[in-house]
């Protein structure tokens, strides 16, 4: 068995679009088949495509095909032939046909000429055109034609000398004026040659400068930082200059010595106040501790008490669920009640209605068969003579009009061929219809001993034989003599008529014979029965009422046995209150309220109990703690008073006394740290002083060094030496200017030196190039060219005009020499020539009328000829008849096939309820209230306002009956899931285990029902193997937490077994 989430969600769709039909449900969560109700709908489409009573002829196939059927047989009937008319529309037709030959000739020359002319009348002006142009070529006379571009090219060359000659000019022009700005610049080289060296002086001057300028903010930093240095060792030590500071100064050990002790003095002072007030704080809660477990009484024991409480756990809610059983117990009876009193036909109580010998369903459902076969049989009798009545007066119809044209020696074989096919459907009926098979009869038929495949197979066998005798007959059918043919088929049907009489008359007697025995059956019961599927609603309502006494009696038991456990209970906790000294069970309590107060009593005992021994544990402890902070005490004493001693030895060394603070300490640490600071930046200012002094030293030897080179030695003596060094820098600056003006005058003469090259030479090979156009145009100069570049691109021009024109010409002479169309076009007269085009026109047209005209005549002739050759025709539509026979015969048979399987399917879907009904439903009820969580309590069968049995659930809180269409879809998939674990379930029961396969079916339940679910398959699992699929890590988690290990064995696909 398998069940995936498709499946699933398809089976909860179909139970709400079935109106939660009991059958339906039951069927399908037993076969598994999700989409029961798409079959059912299915199979009454397909026959009500095939055929229906009500509809008309052009719908379904077999009305279509009855209908095409008799008009065939009324195309046989009409077809004749009238020899006088044939002779007559002959007669015309050939006529027609003479007259239409003669009138395409006509208009075929008639259109040849029309065209002929239309064309001459185009060509007219383009020969014009053309004569036109010959002779103004003969006009130009003899014409150079020059190339394409030549006077492009002779533009651009002329633009080329000109543009070169006067970029020459300007060049000379620019060269000239360069060469004298370049005569008036004198560059002093010595003075360049010494560059390096003048560039580091200009470096060396910023420095020096900016250093004489600190130099006098460095003297007046040393002189404030040695005041005050003077004010703060007077601060300290008044009775020493600076030259003593050096015996204030400290080592580094020193130092450390002193902030270490600075740093613990606060902490050693903070331990011994704190333990002093822990030592008193812990002594007093000691004390209140002892007073308070003093004032307790001592414990009592409570475990009788709680032992009683837990067993009562399990029947908290028995007094609850006892007034719900009660309730559920009135409801049940209540609605026997109802059901009874809606019970026709019978009237008493429900105990005695338990006692009725009431027939089985299977003896209803054999009556009912019984008497439909005969109603069938007895309609479809009188429908069989009504037909054969038609058929013998058509026969007699047609003989008095038909000529007698031979018997073909087929006949009896199709007779006898359709006689053992009639035969094997009549035993395939019986043994479908009744369940029995005459196995004599059925080796009769078959020639030898079968079964009831054996007997399909032959009945096969003997419609194809059937139908190929048929089909052989309609190929045939030009052979056949429709007057034997109508006279044996005339005999046949007589004999049939006489045959289906005395079986009707048999028929009426059985089924009047049935009727009276269904009587007699419920007679002993005092009910008059009705029809034998009235009767089987009413048994099923009749047996749904046993199984409501059943569950009233079970309800009963119920309430019982609460009852029971609620004394039980009470005894208990009678006992256990009376050995604490409690009161017991007071009049009036309940169950609940006892429980209650025993709750409460046992929450009290434990809570003393737990302050008594907390208190205890509590002295306990403080006493510990008090003796600890006592040594914590003593030991931070002693460590203070060493501390002391250091201290004093320490501070000595600042001058200062053993009670000075840490604090005044660090200050004087402080103020010495800031004199040493301001000694040590004093001399710093001394050793930068004097290390601009020298640099100020080197800068002068510099300059004049520099100046000696250069031979202007005597400026350093009338000036300083930075003002030495601007005077040489801006002689260097001027230099340096004049030779970059000179390189940029140089490289501006080269360039235009390069341009007059450049243009000389364009401009040369310019003139060559005009030479090689006046050489090619054959002028001896530059000036006449344009003159002749006209005359070229006119004589071009007329040519091509020319060519284009004898193009049109030789297509408008529609092949003719284009010579002989021009000696045509001279000869015509062309102020006439217009009339005559529309003339012929007009001729045309009016031959292309009459030509149509005569042809539809002529098509309209051979129709009504080929209309009355019905020689063939009446062959053709008596073909078609029998073909439209054969095929509504096999479509008769797919439809009579859907109609069967359509009731099986409904028969089956009804006993397979009324067999299991009972053992599903009950389980499928306990398995939908799991699922649910509660929500809903159970299930059950009710009827709706068709009196059809359907499946309601119950609703937990209320005990209200909910439809299917009333569910959400998560209930349906919920309903379908019980329904079909039930079926599962009931088919254990006497089937061997059969493995169930789960894929992923937990798609969209939450936690709570996932887990309910997980624990319906556990319990399953007791009895077949059940296989669950999922790709969710949180059902695995699930299951392996709230599930028993030894029915959980997990396997993740893809990896090894843990």
């Known amino acids: 068995f398998g069940l995936d989430h498709a499946t699933l969600v398809r089976g909860g769709r179909e139970i709400v679009e079935g109106k939660g039909s009991l059958g339906q449900v039951l069927f399908a969560a037993g076969s598994g088949i999700a989409n029961l109700k798409c079959v059912q709908d299915q199979l009454e489409k397909e026959a009500a495509d095939l055929f229906s009573p009500a509809a008309r002829a052009k719908n379904p196939r077999i009305n279509a095909q009855l209908t095409d059927w008799q008009a065939a047989r009324k195309a046989v009937t009409a077809a004749q032939l009238p020899s006088s008319e044939w ?37 007219i002006p383009l020969a014009a055109r053309s004569s036109a142009a010959t002779a103004e070529i003969a006009e130009l006379g003899p014409v150079q034609i020059l190339p394409d571009g030549f006077a492009e090219r002779r533009r651009e060359t002329a633009t080329r000398v000109a543009t070169a000659s006067s970029a020459a000019r300007s060049a000379a022009e620019a060269i000239a004026e360069l060469d004298g700005q370049i005569e008036k610049l004198v560059v002093p080289e010595a003075l360049l040659a010494r560059g390096e060296s003048i560039e580091q002086l200009a470096k060396d001057l910023g420095s020096y400068r900016k250093a004489q300028h600190d130099a006098r903010g460095l003297v007046a930093g040393r002189e404030q930082v040695e005041s005050d240095a003077r004010r703060s060792l007077k601060q300290l030590r008044p009775d020493l200059t600076l030259a003593d500071v050096e015996r204030l100064r400290l080592t580094r050990q020193q130092r450390v010595e002193i902030q270490n002790l600075g740093n613990k003095h606060g902490t050693l002072t903070t331990q011994c106040q704190q333990a ?68 026709n036909l019978w009237r008493g109580t429900l105990e005695v209605l338990e006692t009725l010998a009431v027939p089985s369903v299977e003896t209803i459902d054999a009556y009912e068969t019984r008497l439909a076969e005969t109603d069938r049989q007895v309609t479809a009798l009188a429908e069989q003579t009504a037909k054969l009545e038609a058929s013998r007066d058509q026969f007699d119809r047609q003989m008095r009009q038909v000529t007698e044209q031979g018997v073909p020696p087929s006949e009896a074989a199709l007779d006898d061929a359709r006689q053992r096919r009639d035969e094997g459907w009549r035993l395939v009926r019986r043994a479908w219809l009744e369940g029995s098979l005459d196995s004599a009869e059925a080796g009769l038929f078959a020639g030898r001993h079968v079964g009831p495949d054996g007997l399909a197979d032959a009945f096969d066998q003997s419609l194809r034989q059937a139908d190929e ?53 419920w007679r002993p019961l005092g009910i008059e029965p009705q029809s034998p599927r009235e009767m089987r609603g009413w048994q099923r309502r009749q047996q749904s009422l046993l199984e409501q006494a059943e569950k009233i009696r079970k309800q009963k038991t119920d309430v019982d046995a609460f009852d029971s456990r609620t004394a039980k209970c009470r005894q208990e906790l009678d006992r256990a209150l009376a050995a604490l ?68 030895s320490a501070v000595a060394a600042l001058g200062l006394s053993a009670d000075a603070t840490p604090a005044q300490a660090n200050e004087v640490l402080a103020q010495l740290d800031a004199l040493f600071d301001q000694l040590t930046d004093a001399d710093r200012f001394r050793q930068r002083i004097d290390g601009i002094a020298h640099e100020a030293e080197e800068f002068g030897c510099q300059t004049r060094s520099l100046l000696e080179s250069l031979g202007k030695a005597v400026w350093f003596d009338r000036m300083s030496a930075d003002q030495a060094a601007d005077a040489v820098l801006a002689d260097y600056r001027r230099a340096t200017e004049d030779r970059g003006r000179l390189e940029t005058l140089r490289k501006q003469r080269q360039k235009h030196a390069a341009a007059l090259a450049e243009a000389k030479q364009i401009a040369a090979q310019s003139r060559a190039e005009l030479a090689s156009l006046c050489q090619e145009a054959n002028c001896d100069s530059a ?52 009339d005559k085009i529309q003339q012929l026109g007009e001729r045309v047209s009016s031959l292309d009328a009459r030509r149509i005209e005569l042809s539809n005549a002529a098509a309209l002739h051979g129709k009504e000829m080929a209309d009355m050759d019905t020689s063939a025709a009446a062959a053709e539509a008596e073909e078609l008849a029998q073909s439209l026979a054969a095929t509504i015969a096999g479509d008769v048979e797919s439809y009579v096939r ?72 998560g209930t349906a998939d919920q309903l379908y899931l019980a329904l079909r674990l039930a079926s599962l379930e009931t088919y254990l029961d006497e089937h061997d285990p059969v493995p169930l396969v789960v894929d992923d079916i937990l798609i969209n339940f939450d936690n709570r029902r996932s887990l309910a679910t997980l624990k319906v398959l556990a319990d399953l699992s007791q009895r077949t193997q059940v296989v669950f699929f999922t790709h969710h890590e949180h059902l695995v988690a699930l299951a392996e937490e709230h599930l028993p290990t030894e029915v959980v064995f997990t396997h993740r696909l893809g990896q090894s077994n843990p």
């Open 783 to 834: 000036d006449r060219l344009p003159d002749l570049e006209a005359r070229s691109a006119r004589a071009k021009e007329l040519h091509a005009q020319q060519r284009d024109l004898h193009e049109q010409l030789v297509v408008s002479g529609g092949g003719v020499p284009l010579a002989d169309f021009l000696a045509e076009i001279a000869c015509i007269e062309p102020d006439g020539l217009p």
């Open 581 to 648: 000294n409690e009161p017991t069970a007071q009049p009036g309590e309940t169950l609940a309220a006892q429980l209650e107060r025993g709750q409460l009593l046992a929450e009290q005992i434990d809570a003393a109990a737990a302050r008594h021994a907390r208190l205890t544990d509590e002295a306990a402890t403080l006493g510990r703690q008090l003796e600890a902070e006592r040594a914590k005490a003593a030991a931070a004493e002693r460590e203070l008073s060493a501390w002391t001693a250091r201290w004093s």
């Open 276 to 343: 002093r007030e822990n030592v008193a704080a812990l002594g007093q809660r000691l004390a209140a501790t002892t007073d308070e477990l003093a004032g307790l009484p001592p414990p009592r024991n409570a475990d009788l008490l709680k032992s009683v409480l837990r067993r009562a756990q399990s029947v908290s809610r028995i007094e609850e669920e006892r007034a719900e059983a009660s309730a559920e117990l009135a409801r049940l009876e209540t609605q026997a009640a109802a059901a009874l009193s809606r019970l």
């Open 898 to 969: 859907l109609r069967l399987a359509s009731a099986v399917l409904r028969e089956a879907i009804e006993r397979y309820r009324e067999k299991n009904q009972g053992p599903v439903l009950q389980r499928a009820s306990r398995l939908f209230a799991e699922l649910t969580v509660g929500s809903f309590s159970g299930l059950r069968a009710d009827y709706d306002d068709r009196d059809e049995a359907v499946l309601v659930g119950i609703r937990a809180r209320d005990g209200r009956t909910v439809t299917v269409d009333g569910m959400s879809d």
């Open 87 to 123: 002779e007559r529309l002959d007669k015309a037709c050939r006529e027609t046909r003479e007259q239409l030959a003669k009138t395409e000739q006509e208009w075929e020359r008639a259109r040849i000429e029309h065209a002929r002319l239309t064309r001459l009348h185009q060509a």
């Open 469 to 521: 005798i048929a089909d052989r007959l309609r190929h045939e059918a030009d052979r056949v003599a429709a007057r034997a043919t109508l006279a044996a088929q005339r005999q046949a049907c007589l004999d049939e008529l006489s045959k289906i009489a005395t079986a009707k008359e048999t028929a009426v007697e059985a089924r009047e014979a049935v009727a009276a025995e269904w009587q007699s059956l």
